[in-house]
């Protein structure tokens, strides 16, 4: 059974970091050549929009800042996305989603999704 699993969220002053991890389970991110994997954030009372992803070959795509900056560690199934100098306006819900092989920013082309982790940055 395909399933993926976010972590790392929680509360954090502006300025601060966070690494999320997205955990794949049931098949392989990065080796079967074949998933691309896409962070998305939902903030409240917003739609879900596209922060960053990583095709199955490698490529990454950032739809957002160059504070957002996504990762994969093939040995260990996980798709990371660091978040530097977090703003208030980063607060939001993150997803990681898989689809076929290229990267797309409508939610939509995605077909599985993780539960999320929460991110709130506060003073």
């Known amino acids: 059974q395909l399933q993926l699993a976010e972590s790392g969220g929680g509360l954090v002053q502006p300025g601060g970091s966070l690494k999320l991890s997205c955990k794949a389970s049931g098949f392989s991110l990065g080796r079967s050549g074949v998933y691309a994997t896409g962070w998305f954030r939902q903030a409240p009372g917003k739609g879900r929009e596209s922060v960053s992803c990583?095709?199955?070959?490698?490529l990454r795509t950032n739809y957002e800042d160059s504070r957002f900056t996504i990762s994969r560690d093939d040995a260990k199934n996980t798709v990371y996305l660091q978040i530097d100098n977090l703003k208030l306006e980063d607060t939001a819900v993150y997803y990681c989603a898989v689809r076929g092989a290229m990267c797309k920013s409508i939610e939509s082309e995605y077909s599985y999704w993780g539960q999320g982790t929460q991110v709130t940055v506060s003073s």
């Open positions: 990583i095709s199955s070959s490698g």
